[in-house]
């Protein structure tokens, strides 16, 4: 089976989109839903697109946080660890890269 078949039967079967991409979490602020090492497949987005991980450029640095609208319409962005991250940040959507659709915990 090629490499496009592949790809082409992932896409059918899984619901992937063909600019779906992994990244390699590194640390533990989306712990313990995310530990450094699992694989997350992230969807490209052009804004927010619901509470859930965003890969969230800030300043130039991608980093993996949960994204949810306020009830005055602004976007937060929250680490899953709050032990070791307890602060909120605000966040616009131009920031916002892509959203996590699924992950792969390491073995």
Do not use: W
Not at 72 to 96: E, F, G, I, M
């Amino acid at each position: 089976m090629t490499t496009q078949a592949i790809a082409d039967e992932l896409v059918a079967e899984l619901g992937f989109e063909v600019n779906d991409y992994t990244i390699v979490v590194s640390g533990d602020a989306m712990a313990p839903g995310l530990s450094s090492g699992d694989l997350a497949v992230v969807r490209p987005v052009n804004g927010y697109d619901g509470e859930g991980v965003y890969l969230v450029n800030l300043d130039g640095l991608e980093i993996l946080r949960r994204i949810y609208q306020t009830a005055d319409s602004k976007y937060t962005s929250r680490c899953d660890n709050q032990l070791h991250y307890p602060r909120d940040c605000a966040v616009s959507q131009d920031c916002l890269v892509g959203r996590v659709i699924a992950t792969v915990s390491r073995v």
